[in-house]
């Protein structure tokens, strides 16, 4: 006979319980470092996939991408530091956004550089357009977080508009997982497989309440089949492949290596003085509006894996804030690497793409756990949370097709800069998943009794302003006592 417990709704969680290590606790120094090792090794994923793509356009080699690699790797980590001591205080790392991937090559393939015929001329232009515009871009970032612009807007979210937000920034990124895993599936592969069975099985197995196989997955994956991929490399098993093939799945050929200086001095403006144009700032500012929505999502996704209480609007803008200053560093400073960074660069895509797999869907599962502040019985909330979902994938595939296909967006007026700030807001599932999502909840029977609690409003009433809840002050307050000079409100 089934106990009457069996039948009870699990209790909904303001913090996520089992959490080995929450915001406000920290591992010992030695376990610390090994987990920020861990850290650093799956953002080195888009560190080098996104300079891959934009250098060779700039006109740059080997030796200026492995420049710029090292350079977004240096200043990540000035910015990571920065938000966790003084932005938001949640354990997440500032590194390479997709959504200025856009914008950026926009300026490379602008008119005004076909005029250099020398590469190495053309690649030093373009950067100091790209530095100029996000410069310009790294104001009205700081502006919407220090002036509190951000806050304003993100007090109206409700659980119900903010769940398709952190989903869509999981599952928004879906394209850089199991697509870019498939270009080398005999490695890709049994790095995922490996990663689940590290992180979910052998915890289980063992059944020891701290498993160094879970904590450490990611390291112990990596290390495991970057040397089944150098002995693959070594034996000359893509000797005779095709050279995308041999590009995704040998360990010697990104170039990095044999082009890194062993140590290299940073100083800002290491390309020279950044020039400003008018057409590339509209286009970097709308990016850097799309990256404060998905960052917004990952801050609130990592608020929850953290175990802390929901995120503050003031954090949230606080946050916001300093990773404007992140802009702006990326826009003025060098790099202080040199030829471990490049090592470890030089790891095969498709492995990292194996991490994505796992660890993008933990961002989307964090959204989904918005879901249980909600009432799911409502068709209101089946309609926006579905509707928002749906339409925010949709449009950014469909935007995304167009610009693959026929080389424009589908939005082609005669001013090319607004063309490109369409194509990079519909582009971005999470942006244009929040939108219908947040326009939608503030609507959309508004006046009626029951949405306050369909939605779930009244279970975020107590985290709207920063000392409602005594539990903020423990995971949010900033070092120092520096809250005597920077309020949160």
């Not at 990571?80 to 090559?105: D, E, K, M, N």
């Not at 003025?332 to 471990?340: D, R």
Request: with cysteine; charged share 10%.
């Amino acid at each position: 006979m089934a106990k009457i417990d069996d039948f009870a709704p699990f209790p909904v969680k303001d913090q996520l319980p089992g959490v080995e290590y929450c915001v406000s606790s920290s591992p010992n120094w030695p376990e610390g470092i090994v987990q920020g090792f861990q850290h650093y090794i799956v953002m080195l994923g888009t560190t080098v996939i996104i300079p891959s793509i934009l250098v060779p356009l700039m006109g740059g080699g080997d030796v200026q991408k492995a420049e710029v690699i090292n350079t977004v790797l240096f200043v990540s980590g000035i910015n990571t530091l920065l938000q966790s001591l003084f932005g938001s205080r949640l354990p997440v790392v500032i590194g390479a956004s997709y959504a200025y991937v856009i914008p950026a090559l926009y300026i490379t393939f602008s008119y005004r550089f076909t005029y250099y015929l020398h590469p190495h001329v053309r690649f030093e232009e373009t950067m100091r357009a790209i530095q100029g515009a996000l410069i310009i871009a790294s104001i009205s970032h700081m502006v919407m977080g220090f002036f509190g612009l951000w806050r304003i807007l993100v007090r109206f979210l409700t659980p119900l508009s903010a769940a398709p937000l952190v989903i869509l920034t999981g599952v928004g990124l879906v394209v850089l997982a199991f697509p870019q895993l498939a270009r080398c599936v005999e490695i890709g592969l049994p790095a995922l497989i490996i990663l689940i069975i590290l992180s979910q099985y052998l915890p289980h197995l063992f059944k020891c309440k701290r498993s160094i196989c879970e904590q450490f997955a990611v390291l112990f994956t990596v290390a495991i089949v970057w040397a089944y991929a150098e002995i693959l490399t070594a034996a000359g098993a893509y000797n005779k492949r095709p050279d995308s093939t041999q590009l995704s799945c040998r360990t010697d050929r990104s170039g990095l290596i044999s082009a890194s200086p062993w140590v290299r001095i940073p100083y800002p403006l290491q390309w020279g003085r950044p020039s400003f144009h008018a057409s590339d700032a509209f286009a970097m500012i709308a990016a850097s509006y799309v990256a404060i929505v998905e960052t917004t999502g990952s801050l609130i996704a990592a608020s929850r894996f953290g175990s802390a209480t929901h995120i503050p609007p003031s954090v949230l803008s606080r946050g916001i804030g300093w990773q404007g200053i992140g802009v702006l560093l990326n826009g003025l400073f060098g790099t202080a690497t040199g030829k471990f960074g490049a090592v470890l660069a030089s790891i095969p895509l498709p492995i990292f793409a194996a991490l994505y797999c796992v660890l993008f869907a933990y961002v989307a599962s964090a959204g989904l756990g918005l879901l249980q502040f909600c009432n799911l019985n409502s068709f209101r909330t089946k309609f926006i949370l579905g509707f928002s979902i749906f339409i925010g994938l949709s449009v950014a595939q469909y935007f995304t097709e167009y610009l693959f296909i026929s080389g424009r967006g589908p939005v082609h007026t005669r001013t090319s800069a607004f063309n490109v700030i369409m194509q990079v807001i519909f582009s971005s599932a999470a942006t244009v998943g929040i939108m219908a999502a947040f326009l939608l909840d503030c609507t959309h029977s508004y006046g009626h009794a029951s949405v306050r609690r369909d939605s779930g409003r009244h279970w975020w009433e107590k985290f709207r302003v920063y000392y409602t809840d005594t539990r903020t002050e423990e995971f949010y307050a900033l070092p120092y006592n520096l809250n005597r000079f920077f309020p949160s409100f």
